[in-house]
């Protein structure tokens, strides 16, 4: 069962994608269990009444799914929280030591955007960057808990990211600047679908980024320094999670910030995917050019 919001922006409708009883994929109209996929839904075990409508076979087929955009699975998050420089790989290319606790920094939620959506490159942008990354979704309110095996029962599901970043921004000076590096209009396409947690095994999943076609990261969660339960553990010592809130995990080796690929340029299309979440792709322009009033 995948999970997506289906409409123009603003407008999504909540859409089960599953097989049909000839094995056919189909797309199926939640609206009757729900008219929104967001933190209220996840909270009141959203995911287990839009699997019971599905097996009673109460949602009707969306007949135009796919002449809709798709937007993002969940509706604008509370938080977009991230952890940086989970792959050892990755924090050597960023001239950096891996790090011995998660390293914590947060992105405005109306950074959020489609799968799909054509991506702004900022007016000033000289080192646009990508990072595939594995989302998590958080299901249930979480502080201070006691240990690493109940951080697990918070998941709701997982999602693709692609955590855009403007390096020029976000890396020089003695402080650094993570938050206008992170900031940035669409800057973290998620989608297409939210997978629930029970379906996906998100310690070993290959995910992968492309630039223009050519093969920019390669790895697999199972490199991840800190893994899923123990990144909402940490992060539950320091601040209240809500249903809802989307964690991003971190990106592997792979990205333009390493020096060996050029960063993201006017006209290029980016492409992430993750086995089993499914594959995003954003053309890029520069803010403010004719392409920008087209969206």
Not at 97 to 122: E, H, Q, Y
Request: net charge negative; aromatic share 6%; hydrophobic share 40%.
């Amino acid at each position: 069962m995948k999970i997506a919001r289906l409409g123009g922006q603003g407008r999504e409708i909540p859409v089960v994608i599953a097989a049909d009883s000839n094995g056919t994929e189909q797309s199926y109209d939640a609206r009757p269990v729900t008219a929104e996929i967001d933190g209220a839904f996840l909270a009141n075990d959203g995911l287990a009444a839009l699997r019971t409508a599905l097996e009673n076979g109460t949602l009707p087929v969306l007949e135009n799914a796919a002449e809709l955009r798709i937007g993002s699975p969940i509706a604008r998050p509370n938080n977009v929280i991230c952890i940086g420089m989970n792959y050892a790989a990755h924090a050597a290319e960023s001239g950096a030591l891996p790090p011995t606790i998660p390293v914590v920094f947060l992105k405005p939620n109306n950074t959020v955007a489609g799968p799909f959506d054509a991506s702004p490159i900022p007016p000033l942008s000289a080192k646009y960057d990508w990072e595939v990354e594995l989302g998590i979704v958080v299901g249930r309110e979480v502080s201070y808990l006691s240990d690493v095996a109940e951080a697990a029962d918070a998941v709701a599901g997982y999602v693709i990211a692609n955590d855009l970043s403007e390096r020029e921004y976000q890396i020089p000076g003695a402080a650094g600047q993570w938050t206008k590096g992170k900031s940035l209009p669409k800057s973290t396409p998620l989608g297409p679908w939210l997978v629930p947690a029970d379906e996906v095994d998100a310690n070993k999943l290959q995910l992968k980024s492309w630039v223009n076609g050519e093969i920019r990261q390669d790895s697999n969660t199972s490199d991840l320094i800190f893994d899923v339960p123990t990144i909402i553990h940490h992060l539950s010592q320091y601040m209240v999670l809500e249903a809802g809130d989307v964690i991003l995990t971190g990106t592997p080796e792979g990205v333009a910030l390493s020096g060996r690929f050029p960063y993201i340029q006017d006209g290029d299309v980016v492409e992430v995917e993750i086995e089993g979440l499914g594959r995003q792709r954003q053309e890029f322009f520069r803010a403010g050019t004719a392409a920008k009033e087209a969206q």
